[in-house]
T-cell receptor, first 112, second 110 residues
């Protein structure tokens, strides 16, 4: 019962470095999304996808890219990391957007 | 602009007390979800409310969806330390985006 798997769990970057946060789900869900959560706050939507080959922007997309080449995988790319991107990142999946969202355990990212 | 505003932002109470958390918006939602998140973990769904005026109960938790489907509330009766966590409401104002509320952090002391 893997569910939604995020890697890595922790990451430290220097300003300007690039990296990819991985997200994979084994539930054959069409809808996948990325959120960031800053200390003591709710979740803000970065990007989402309603199916393979389809992605769209959320509330805070600047500085992030995504792609959805398969149903299972939805990687999030930081092209040039900035300190403002220090946060906890959550990936979620669901059959459709209005149904229950299943979350990964999160990736804790620090940008120095 | 935050589409879903929750209040209060923080709540610190003693075991046995009752509390209510509110989730408000100017937008209409086809449904609203409530999640609870514990430290170091992702949010976990508690309930989904779909019909305006709907009331759902989950043991000591009572969820209500406003008649106009713009707001929702979560009432906890006789809070216990195990209820401690971050409570989040979420809804899709259109068909594709699921937006989360600002969150209410609850601390229940023994």
């Amino acid at each position: 019962n893997a569910g939604v798997t995020q890697t890595p769990k922790f990451q430290v970057l220097k300003t300007g470095q690039s990296m990819t946060l991985q997200c994979a789900q084994d539930m054959n869900h069409e809808y996948m999304s990325w959120y960031r959560q800053d200390p003591g706050m709710g979740l803000r939507l970065i990007h989402y996808s309603v199916g393979a080959g389809i992605t769209d922007q959320g509330e805070v997309p600047n500085g992030y890219n995504v792609s959805r080449s398969t149903t299972e995988d939805f990687p999030l790319r930081l092209l040039s990391a900035a300190p403002s991107q220090t946060s906890v990142y959550f990936c979620a999946s669901s059959p459709v957007v209005q149904r229950v969202q299943y979350f990964g355990a999160g990736t804790r990212l620090s940008v120095l | 602009t935050q589409l879903l505003e929750q209040s209060p932002q923080f709540l610190s109470i003693q075991e046995g007390e009752n509390l209510t958390v509110y989730c408000n918006s100017s937008s209409v939602f086809s449904s609203l979800q409530w999640y609870r998140q514990e430290p170091g973990e992702g949010p976990v769904l508690l309930v989904t409310v779909v019909t305006g005026g709907e009331v759902k109960k989950l043991k000591r938790l009572t969820f209500q969806f406003g008649d106009a489907r713009k707001d929702s509330s979560l009432h906890i009766t006789a809070a216990q330390p195990g209820d401690t966590g971050l409570y989040l409401c979420a809804g899709a104002p259109n068909t594709d985006k699921l937006i989360f509320g600002t969150g209410t952090r609850l601390q229940v002391f023994p």
